[in-house]
Structure formats: C-alpha cells, structure tokens
C-alpha cells in the first residue's frame, strides 16, 4: 500500500504557547473552508443577500411612497430613513447565517468528526465567528453599494461613517454567539430553518423601517427597546439622516442610541457566551 | 496480557439518557493489531460505546483506556491516536474530494506540503483519483464512504473507530471497503467496527463482542461464536412432495439421525456431527432408493443464526438504522 512507503505522520507536540498559535492556525483553516464553499457556490451567497435586497426594493418603492417617517409628507425621505434600517436588519438577520450551517455542521457529523480529532476545539467556534464577520461585512458592503445606487448618502463626517459600520459589525459579533447557542440547541437544520418565524417579527418590531412613535403604545415600546432598534437609531444619529430627531423621542433609550447601540451588544455577549460555550460542552452528554 | 498490550480496554461503561440505560457496564479488551467487531441490534449500545472511546460522550461510570491513554483525562491525547467514521458519512459536500482531505490534512497538524501529498496518497488507496476534483455531493454512496473513511486515516491512527462502516453500500462498495481496512489492519493498526452485517464481521474481525441493551453478552472468535450454535446441517430437498416421508426415512437409515421437516415443506433438515460423510452416505442411500431430490447441500451455521440465537427472538436483526442515509 501507498502509505508503507511515507514516513509515519503525527502530529506535532504541544505546548503551552503552541496552542494558542494552533488555535488561530485552525481557525484559519476553517475560515478558508468556508470561504471555498462560497467560491464553490456562490449560489449560497446570493440567497443569503436576496432576502435584504428584496426588502429594500419593496420597502423603498412599494411601501415608502406611502409612509411619512419625517412629518415632511408621504415619501419624503424614507430611503434616508429606511437604508439605516435595513442595515442594521441585514446585520440583525445574519445570526441565521451563523445559526444555519451551526446545525447543519452538528446534524451532518462534522461537529463529532471536528471533536474526535486533535485540533483546538475552540477553532470550530472561532473559525465560524471570524467566517461569519467577514461574511457580515461583504453583505453590508453589498446593501451600502445597492444604498448608495438607489440616491442614499451619509450626511455626517467619515468617522462617524466608519463608526456607523463599526457598531452594525459589533451587533453581529454579539449575534455569532446567539447564531452558535441555537444551531447548537435546535435538532436540525429544519429547526434552524423555523426560527425564521421568530426571527422575523423580532426584526420588524424595532426602528428598523419605522419610528417606534408611529406603532401603538406597547408595541412601540417593544420596538424602542428592540437591540436593533438601537443600533438603527445610532447609525441614523452617526449618518445624520434627516429629519430624525432622538432627543425628543418619547423613548428614553432612543435618545441614547449610541450608547444602546454599544451597551446591547455586551449584553448579548454576557447572556449569550456562556450559553453557546455550555451547549458546545453538553454536545458530549 | 498485559495492560500495554492492549488498544482498548473498557471496564463497565454506563451512560444513561435520562430514564434510558443506553451502556449498563460494557467491557472491552482489544489487543494491539487486531480487528475486533461490535455486533448488536438496533439500540444495543454500539454507537454510544464508540462515542465514549472517542472522546465524545462522556462516560457515567467506568473507565477507557484508547491507545495506553484515559478517555476521561487525557482525551486530547486520545484524540491524536485515533480515527473515527462515524455512523454518518462527515465529508464536507461542498468542497472536492482532495479538498476535503487536505483541510482535514491541515486540521490534524500537517503542513501544506504533507496534507496535499497525503491526500493524493488516501485518494490512490481507496480508488479516488479520478474523482479528486469532484465533489462529494454527486458521488455514490461508496465513493462517499470511502472518502469519509479516507479522512479518518490521514494520520494512519493507532486505533481506527468504525461505525457501521459500509452500511448503505453496494456488494462492491463494501468489498473496497473491507479490502482498505484489512490493508490497515496489516500495517499494525488496531480497528474497532460496529456492524449490523455478521458477514462483515466474519470477513473482519479477529474477534467479535455482541451487546444488547447496554450489555456484553458473549465474546469469541467469528468460528467459535458459530460453533456455539452447534453442527453442520444437511438440507435436502426432494422433487416431489410426496417422497419427503421416504426421504426421511433414508435420511435415518444413513445417518441414524431424525431429520426435522417443515409441514408443506418439501426440504428436511438434520444436525450432521461429520459433515462430508453424512453427505455422501445419504448420497447413496438416495441413489439406491431413485428419488428425485431437488437439491441437497450442506450447510455450515451463520453468525445470524449464532446472534439471532443470543440476542433471543425478539432481537431480530433490522439492518441499517434509519438515520444512515
Ligand atoms: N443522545 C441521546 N439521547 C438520548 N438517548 C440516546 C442518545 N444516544 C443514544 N441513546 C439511546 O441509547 C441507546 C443506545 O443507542 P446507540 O445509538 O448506542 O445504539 P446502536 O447500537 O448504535 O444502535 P444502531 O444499530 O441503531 O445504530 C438507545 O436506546 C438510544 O435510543
Ligand atoms: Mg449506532
């Protein structure tokens, strides 16, 4: 056989200081593979943008000409005030993007193939977290391009632009933990797939294509206090959109926005790290 | 034996789910080099009891040795002795073939150079290499199983993990298969195979293990496990269904034996201490009396006797579980 004829293989002693170095070589690794699935399917990536350009097409034409979100009549402005949203949207709906290939890699046995060998199991996370921020980052890329086609522009100086972007891709490293604890948690993929249902009315009660003002009492509550409404409402403050004003919100936190659209994140992250590290732990029950 | 010589050994694996007993106190002992099979019906423990040698339940009670190292304790150093197939094929369907294992290459700590030359060599072995840039996705099953069982030996482990290897597979799917693992097994690497197939484990195994219900219930070689179920048997089968009572009756006077018939059967059958002369004898008897027979065979015991027998009637055996696809 082929293999009498090679040296034996092994792989290499660890030590202390090897291991951490072997942790980002194997994240490496398993950001590279996802990154060939995408050359080997760009099909995937498609529809994973498809449902944020749909949006917007259909908010902006269908819907937009009808709402008046800055008191300055039907229309007037709504791709100012929707193209932040469907920002942040976009970064919202992407713990899917996490959530998704979590069950498939652990319905498919890729998790226990990962697991029974001898590399960093913190790369199977990690690998898929910085996957997932590139990933996250070309999708806003795309939107801002479409955003940028259709007459939408930042009105406030560059780094509060940069800054803008920075605090969407800080919502959606919170999220990667949220996507990791439930595609660990659902069965299948088929459960990852249902949580769109949830998944769905908790992008649209926020801020994110209507201020929460214009939704009744609690509802609008509910949207004001929505994580993404925050993070909405911060990106609007930083693009200076016209005709919004936080101060004067009636909702105390949408006049914090900023610090909302900062402070939620980290929550998630308390909430949401421990959960994910635990399931990752329970899959050897 | 000494402990060393040992690949495996388990000493009253529990694990419970909740209300369900899945191990109830299985014990293991693989020699070094060997091919030892893990045979059960569906639910016996198999799955669980290799899921515990390889790092990926934990145990409740009892204790592992793979390859001289603790499971509980030195898992990661269990983990760079061992391979795994698992009960589903993991094979990325995305990626090609060589894809495929030159990430698990570089996933098992070979360099760039190592993992690409590795994967052109498993790719060789297990008759891949036309189908190297292709991906997985539209492979046959065997092909695919092959490629999985290509992943779990990049390292050429010490002691290799098979889970219902070649479920699923086609007669020739299966015989690529076995021959790449009796070519392990030559080299000195120890295997450990669940199978529903007693075939299989006949072809394989040096020595086999039946559990069920989270229990050993015997242990031998695959020609003592038959041998428990006793002798040869001489089946004959007889033209026309009236001469059946006639052929008993020669049957008895060849071999000073009562044959056993099915009513409506036009077959008996009888235990034969002496195989080949009870053959030839009855041969004769036949030939003197004219009787047209239809067929007449000797018939050596299966293992599926032998396991049907130990795992009691309502242990039959069901074949490959429905989750294997
Ligand atoms: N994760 C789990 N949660 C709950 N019960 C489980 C789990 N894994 C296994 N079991 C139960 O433990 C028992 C043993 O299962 P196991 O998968 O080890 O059987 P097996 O011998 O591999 O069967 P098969 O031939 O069907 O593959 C079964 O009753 C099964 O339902
Ligand atoms: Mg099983």
Known sequence: MSTTSTQPLAAPDETPGSRLLWVFKDTWTIVMQEFMHLLRQPSTFAWQLGMPVVMVLMFVYVFGSAMDVTGMGAGVGYIDYAMPGMFAMTIAFGFMNTAFPVAFNKEKGFMDRFRSMPMSSSAVVTGRGVADIIQAAVDLAVIVGIALAIGWRPAGPVTDTLAAFGLLLWLRFALIFVGIWIGLRVKNTEGAGNLFAIAFPLGFISSVFAPPQMMPGWLGTVAAWNPVSSTASAIRELFQTPGVDLATSTYWIEGHAIAGALIWPVLLLVVFVPLAVRQFQNLSR | ?????????????????????????????????????????????????????????????????????????????????????????????????????????????????????????????????????????????????????????????????????????????????????????????????????????????????????????????????????????????????????????????????????????????????????????????????GLDLADIALRRPTLDEAFLQLTGDQAVLTGPTEETS
């Open chain 2, 1 to 289: 034996m000494p402990p060393t010589d040992l690949a495996v050994e388990a000493r009253g694996l529990t694990k419970r789910y909740g209300p369900t007993v899945a191990l109830d106190g299985v014990d293991l002992a693989v020699p070094r080099g060997t091919v030892h099979g893990l045979l059960g019906p569906n639910g016996a423990g198999k799955t669980t009891t290799v899921r515990i040698l390889t790092t990926l339940t934990r145990l409740d009670e009892g204790r592992a040795t793979v390859a001289g190292h603790d499971v509980k304790t030195s898992a990661r150093l269990v983990r760079r002795a061992i391979g795994l197939t698992g009960q589903q094929t993991a094979v990325d369907d995305l990626l090609t073939a060589r894809q495929n294992l030159t990430m698990f290459g570089r996933l098992f700590r070979l360099d760039k150079r190592s993992a690409a030359r590795r994967a052109d060599e498993l790719l060789e072995q297990f008759s891949l290499t036309d189908a190297a840039n292709r991906a997985p996705k539209k492979f046959s099953g065997g092909m695919r199983r092959r490629l999985d069982l290509a992943a779990s030996m990049i390292l050429a482990p010490q002691v290799l993990f098979l889970d219902e290897p070649t479920t699923g597979l086609d007669p020739a799917g299966r015989r690529e298969v076995w021959h790449a693992i009796r070519q392990l097994a030559a080299q000195g690497t120890t295997v450990l195979l669940t199978t529903h197939y007693l075939d299989e484990a006949d072809q394989l195994c040096d020595r086999i293990s039946v559990v069920d219900h989270g229990r050993n219930l015997v242990e031998d070689t695959p020609a003592g496990l038959k041998r428990r179920i006793g002798d040869e048997r001489l089946e004959l089968t007889v033209a026309d269904l009236g001469d059946l009572d006639q052929a008993v009756e020669l049957v008895q006077r060849a071999t000073e034996l009562v044959a056993d018939t099915t009513p409506g059967s036009s077959t008996l059958s009888v235990p034969v201490p002496d195989g080949v002369r009870a053959l030839t004898d009855v041969a004769s008897e036949i030939r003197a009396a």
